[in-house]
């Protein structure tokens, strides 16, 4: 039986993850980075693919948390004859990728258990492990995983096993490296002192932290999580920690969100300037404009932690998948699809960052008119849409809404900021997508946009019109989009992304709600003045965390269990800028939609 999805926490380094379970299996960790192969790979398959277990040998009661302001993860087991903590971190990145486990004695004796499954290249690779004078290591390939610890190992079945005990006041340290296995071994760390400065490297930055609204220790939660998931050498931030955990159990959407995705780019600035992290904001965005930087024609919806364009899909049918959720993919087959409204977030962001005072780029201008330039030929082009569907192409609304967000941005800073270019082509253009929107897009019978044109479906990217301005939330349409999206797409108070029976991704129907459209939509009960409607569904959001404050990609309803990768960025952007929308004054979808 696997583990719930919400039962594991997560550890990192700003370079790679962990997912830690309650029972104190760590079931995925890629090396060394988040989109290397796996060499726990568990969490996709079976133990015999690769985990590292430390629990008590016997039952045990747990509870876990996270130190305040930090990613560092102490789990509690309490069993019959004792209690001890676990404490688990990835210290900051130094020479090599680290992640340091400390069994801490609190009462009596606990027998431990500790087993160690290396399974390099997403299980699929059993090492050659050969003792060293601290532990084992262990190599195969390019890659080499040393553990060193006090404890007593031996080998059992082509894994690594101790059996010990910890008596109150005792600590037990276990420190795992990984390094290319044609380099010679590195000097061993203190695992005490890499705990200290893990934990003073959390909280100088959640220190930062400016929010001071209602639901804070759930944003902090939050921007913490997304620091996580940012990739320190670039600033670039994966959309997950993970690749194919299943947006419905035991189905076939499973894919690879170890990527950064350019659509996240505004909300992802919102979420970091408005809380305090400026920094991380110039990253972010400085990342964008190298990975985006080329023939417009060549513009990706989503690129490597690098900026990297190619990014291959591939099924690993070793792996059996999460609850037989196959095929497992690595790499992802959408980053070659013509998504229209890519070319809006981009250039909204590049908007947004001289509105917010982020640092001047020479080169943002210079490629906001490339790409507006670009789309002025192709906007009326069907596309593959914000959902990446492996159906046909389509007029989807959404994407022209975005294509009109791109034209109004570029009116927009060449009036507030006296930049050069054709103001009136692109004021022309933006009249003119929005009246083909408003003309092809409205079904007037439904009162209601539609998800493209000619259609009768709905779709919650929908709930985007008033979020970036193209209607306000007065308008009678914008009321009836969102009516409409509460009583067809909304079940158990979560919002869907469209109709489980549309035949437009061109895969089986069944999926969990999409959290980040909830937050969508409590967003638009705000701005329609519906203050207190917001905070319900706002506050039924946060009680889907899990006892960490972590959120996957989506909800299932049916059988209350999140799914889809985890943690998901776009969640956890949703929760800091929806809080932010009901707390402040200024929240991201009244800024974003002013002047």
């Known amino acids: 039986m696997s583990t719930r999805i919400e039962d ?77 903590t676990v404490i688990d971190c990835m210290p900051p990145r130094g020479d090599t990728p680290t992640l340091v486990r400390m069994v801490v004695g609190k009462r009596g004796v606990v027998p431990m258990r500790m087993q160690l499954v290396i399974r390099f290249d997403y299980g699929s ?34 894994t690594t096993v101790a059996d010990f005990q910890v008596a109150q006041g005792q600590q037990v340290p276990f420190v795992l490296r990984w ?42 939660r939050s921007v913490i999580t997304l620091k996580a998931l940012t990739y320190a050498p670039t600033g670039g931030i ?102 229209l409204d890519v070319f809006g977030e981009v250039v909204d962001s590049l908007y947004m960052s001289e509105r917010v ?82 003309e092809r897009g409205f079904d007037a019978k439904r009162n209601s946009f539609v998800q493209y044109f000619g259609s009768k479906e709905l779709d919650a990217s929908l709930l985007m019109i008033p979020l970036v301005g193209f209607l306000p939330a007065s308008d009678p349409r914008v009321g009836g989009t969102v009516a409409a999206i509460e009583r067809h797409l909304k079940s158990d108070g979560l919002v869907a992304r469209y109709s489980a029976s549309s035949a437009v991704d061109g895969l089986p129907p069944g999926e969990g709600a999409f959290l980040a459209c909830s937050f969508w939509l409590a967003d638009n009960l705000a701005l329609q003045g519906r203050h207190e409607k917001a905070c319900e569904l706002f506050e039924q959001l946060l009680q889907l965390r899990n006892d960490v404050g972590l959120l996957a990609e989506e909800y299932d309803p049916v059988v209350r269990r999140q799914v889809g990768n985890f943690p998901q960025a776009f969640s956890h952007v949703g929760l800091v800028n929806t809080a932010s929308n009901l707390c402040q004054a200024v929240g991201p979808a009244t800024h974003r939609i002013e002047t």
Not at 45 to 54: N, V
Not at 55 to 70: D, K
Not at 421 to 428: A, D, M, Q, T
Request: charged share 25%.
């Open 238 to 339: 994966v959309a997950a920690a993970t690749t194919s955990l299943p947006e419905q159990l035991g189905g076939v959407r499973n894919w690879d969100y170890r990527i950064c995705w350019v659509r996240d780019a505004t909300f992802t600035l919102y979420a970091l300037m408005l809380n305090g992290y400026t920094k991380e904001a110039q990253a972010w965005r400085d990342w964008l404009l190298r990975a985006v930087a080329g023939t417009p024609s060549n513009l990706r919806i989503m690129y490597g932690l690098g900026g990297e364009r190619r990014l291959p899909e591939l099924e690993l049918d070793w792996l059996p998948g999460y609850e037989d959720s196959r095929p497992v993919r690595i790499g992802n087959a959408a980053s070659t699809q013509f998504q």
């Open 125 to 158: 690779i059993v090492p050659w492990v050969r003792r060293t004078q601290t532990g084992i290591r262990a190599l195969a390939g390019p890659d080499a995983l040393l553990l060193d610890t006090p404890v007593e190992l031996h080998g059992e079945d082509l």
């Open 357 to 438: 005072g982020l640092k001047a780029d020479e080169n943002a201008w210079r490629v906001a008119r490339a790409l507006v330039g670009y789309l002025e030929k192709v906007w009326r082009d069907p596309d593959e849409g914000i959902w990446e569907v492996r159906g046909p192409r389509r007029h989807f609304t959404h994407s022209k809404v975005m294509a009109w967000v791109a034209a109004d941005r570029m009116v927009k800073a060449a009036e507030n900021f006296g930049l050069d270019g054709p103001v009136e082509g692109w004021r022309n253009l933006r009249d003119t997508i929005h009246a083909e929107v408003c």
């Open 8 to 84: 594991y926490a997560l550890i990192g380094d700003c370079h790679a993850a962990a997912l830690v379970a309650k029972d104190g299996s760590i079931d995925w960790l890629c090396l060394p980075r988040f989109d290397s192969g796996a060499c726990f790979a568990g969490l996709l398959g079976t133990h015999e693919h690769g985990r590292w277990l430390l629990t008590p040998a016997g039952a045990s009661r747990t509870r876990r948390r996270y130190r305040e302001g930090t990613l560092v993860l102490e789990t509690e087991h309490e069993t019959d004859t004792g209690t001890v």
């Open 179 to 220: 390094q290319p296995c044609h380099e010679s071994t590195p000097p061993p760390i203190e695992p005490e002192k890499a705990i200290r400065i893990t934990e003073r490297w959390w909280r100088r930055w959640s220190s930062r932290c400016t929010y001071q609204g209602s639901w804070r220790d759930a944003v902090l």
